[in-house]
């Protein structure tokens, strides 16, 4: 946790408004931001590896794990899609060899010579080499530009990311037209949180996947610090959505519930027609449990997952992220200046007197549980305060006490009626909680622990 205060401290103790000329610079680790010049040579050479990857990787049907660099040309690893599922199979046989893949196809690419016929010689398979007109070069913008091609051709693990993801309400039961209007709105809330982070100084190169109703998002730079930044931005999304909602009239503009969660996924290009498409998707660990706590969400809630895994508690990351808050100051919103923001999870108090964060339990439909805490936002523009998120008196609260008998209990039932002293027969609204009841049991249930 030390590095998020530091980095907390580091922002606040300096302006971040954005130098005269520097607004719309594109952060290094964007995709198209090295502006490096690359000799023709070797883009010849970029341009003939490119080819060869597109014909070797056959529409999907093989992937690429890793290169070296051959005085000839390039030694790769190919294999086949559904390769992975078979070496990594949860059996006494593979045992580590996801560990061993995840390893391999997480950070660079690049391996030396050794290590290259090392992987192949464990896998089985034999490299391949691609032929270039000429040696690749070593310079910089060069070997960026190979390792992009080589994640865009194959599989890529990150051990540790933040990801949002945003949900709109009751999605399916607007118009056509009223969710395009409303996936708009929200694709519009995401540019403006971007634009207004920009020209602070604080850019947040997002990438995004649709869930159709609704969106996965994540910083593509990597980091504790990119991990802040786009709690930042999560946070200016949902108070561009409230202040558009305000001004809105019908369903044009979406409800919504947030979540925010930091874990490791895999990150993919799926084929799209000869090509694979240029914007990659992410599935994986912290996806999943951005669905499940999401999918127990109430409206306008905020959920920010158990970061324990990331090393760090959630509490003191969002202490930490409270601190650089006022950065954010003078932003405009709906035409408004925001002259301060805040963010706390809700709390409660101990048997000791003591105010401690709220943790819920939330179980999913199969079972599997996870915790996560309830973010409040306070925005205030000196005219009038917002506050965002679910408040204390919307939240759900602890769960059945032990010795409570649950509705599924193995415990005896009470003696049956005699048949001359026959049971009334159940109401319709008696036969419909029930029904609700077995529902919510079905599809899980989010409590306080």
Known sequence: ??????????????????????????????????????SLVQRGNLKNLEITLRKQWRLGQNIVLCWSADERGLLVIFVPHYFLGNYCAGDEQHRGNEEFIRELISG??????????????????????????????????VLRQVEQLIRRYGLSYVDSRAVLLFDIVE?????????????????????SAYNKLLARGIEINFARTTTGDGYYIWNRSLGPEANLDLFYFMLLVVADNAA??????GNTVPVIRSAYHIGGHYELYQAEGVNPTVLSYIVGDVTIELARMVGLAQSEQILIGDLSSAKVSTPAFVAACHRRLSSLSGIQLA?????????????HEDDNGESIPRRFRITDKHGLSRYAFNLELTVDTGEETTRLGLDEARLPGHAPASDEV????????????????????????????????????????????
Do not use: W
């Open 335 to 347: 035409g408004k200046t925001i002259s301060s923001i805040g963010c706390r999870l809700s709390e």
């Open 108 to 141: 660079e690419r690049r391996k030396t010579r050794e290590e290259m016929f090392a992987v192949s010689e464990r896998l089985g398979v034999s490299p391949t080499f691609i032929k270039l007109d000429t040696a690749l070069s070593e310079e910089s913008p």
């Open 171 to 191: 999605f399916s039961l607007y118009t056509p037209f009223e969710q395009a209007s409303q996936l708009n709105s929200l694709s519009y809330s995401l540019n």
């Open 1 to 38: 946790m030390a590095t998020y205060n530091n980095i907390a401290r580091e922002r606040n103790s300096e302006s971040l408004m954005t130098k005269p000329g520097n607004a719309g610079k594109r952060s290094p680790d964007s995709p198209s931001s090295h502006g490096d010049a690359i």
């Open 406 to 449: 649950p509705a599924d209990s193995t415990a005896p039932l009470p003696p049956c009626p005699e048949p001359d002293h026959p049971a009334p027969p159940a109401s319709a609204e008696e036969l419909f909680d029930d029904l609700a009841g077995l529902l919510k049991k079905r599809h899980g249930s989010i409590t306080e622990e």
């Open 244 to 249: 558009a909602r305000a001004a809105s009239r």
